[in-house]
C-alpha cells in the first residue's frame, strides 16, 4: 500500500457497520453463522470467517494483517505472548530426530525450550555464534529442520549478516525463524532478506508501553497454515483487548522507534568516550564488529544498549541502585528507560561458562533506553557512574 507509517495508521478493519473513526474492540468468545449451511462453510474453509476467538477474532485479524504488511510477509499468526509464538513455532514444525541450529545468544525463555523441554520430545540442539558464519557450515546436521536466530541478540547486541543467512538456510533447505524483537519491522525486515518466518514478543516495543504481553509470527500462506493448524487445537491466543490495544501501539511505531534510537544512541556514544565503561555494545557505534552489516540491514540501531562497567558485579549493582530515573526491570522497548543486569537476573540459568560464551560477565548492564529527555537520561547515567565508584 502506502509508506510504513501510513500503513501502521490507515490499515484498519471497520467491520460493526457504525462508522467508527478508530476500531473498537470486539469482546466476544464466539460469533454466530446465517443458517447451518453457512456454518458448514466455514467449518470446510469454504468461506473466510470468525468461528471462534481461539480461531480468530476482528482484532487479531487487524493486528496480523497490518504486522504482515509492515513485515513484508503474506500473513501471521498472534499469540499470547512471545514465549507462545516462540513455543508455537518449534511445536508446528520439528518432530522427534529434528535438528534445531539455534544463535547462541538467545532469550533466556528460548534457551529453556531449546536445552530443556524439546529434548524431552527428541529434538536436539545446537548453538552457533553469531559473528562466527564462517563456523555455520560445520555445525548443520542432515536433520538440521530449524535455523533461529535473535539479531540483534540479546543482550550481547552481535549481529548476523541476514542475506547470507537466508541464502545459507535455502541452500540447507531449513527453515529460518529470526526473531526480529529487537529490531521490529521498522528497523528490519528479516523476511526480505530470505527469512520463512519473523517473530516478535509484542510486549516490548510493539506495545512499547509496558502494558501487555503479545506475540507475533509472520511468513507465508503456506508456513502460517501449519501454525495455525497447532495453534486452534492447543489454544495459545491473543485476547481481542491485547490485539485492540497493539493494534493502537503500531500507529505510533515508527515516531517511537526514531526518538529511542536517536536517544540510544547517544547513550551509547557517551557511554563509550567514558572511562569507567569498559565496552559498550551498540549496532550503530563504529567499533562494532558487525557496524557494516548493521548499517545494511538496519533503518537505525535500536533502543537496547548493553555495556561493561569497570569493577564487575559489585560496580554493576552500585551502579544500578545509584540510579534515580532508570527503572530496575527485567522488561525492555518500554517508554521508561530500564537498567537490566542479566548475569544476575534474566541469564542467571546459564552457567558462567555459558554467559561468557554470549558475552556477559559480572559487570554487563544492559539498558533499554526509553523515550524520556536525553538529557535527562545522560544526567542519571552520569550521576549513577559517579556515584557507583569503588
Ligand atoms: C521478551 C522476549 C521474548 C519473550 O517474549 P514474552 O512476550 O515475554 O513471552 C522473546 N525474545 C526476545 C528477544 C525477547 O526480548
Known sequence: ??????????????????????????????????????????????????????????????????????????????????????FTTFAAFLKSGDHVLSSRSVFGSTHQLLVNVFPKWGVTSTYADLDKPEEWENLIQPTTKMIFVETPSNPGIDIIDLEWLGKFAKKHNAILVVDNCFATPYLQQPIKYGADLSIHSATKYIDGQGRTLGGLILGSQKLIAEIEGFARHSGPAMSPFNAWMLSKSLETLAVRMDRHCDNALKVAEFLEANPEIELVKYPLLKSHPQYEIAKKQMRAGGGIVTFVVKGGYDRASKFMDALKMFSISANLGDTRSIATHPASSTHSKLTEAERQQVGINQGTVRVSIGLEHIDDILKDIKQALEVSKL
Open 1 to 86: 500500500m502506502s509508506n510504513f507509517e501510513t500503513n501502521a495508521i490507515r490499515i484498519q478493519t471497520e467491520r460493526s457497520g457504525a462508522k467508527e473513526h478508530s476500531a473498537p474492540i470486539y469482546l466476544t468468545s464466539s460469533y454466530k453463522f446465517d443458517d447451518a449451511e453457512d456454518m458448514r462453510a466455514l467449518f470446510a474453509n469454504e468461506r473466510e470467517g470468525n468461528i471462534y476467538s481461539r480461531y480468530s477474532n476482528p482484532n487479531t485479524s487487524e493486528l496480523i494483517e497490518k504486522m504482515a504488511i509492515l513485515e513484508g510477509s503474506e500473513t501471521g499468526w498472534a499469540t499470547s505472548t512471545g514465549m507462545a509464538a516462540i
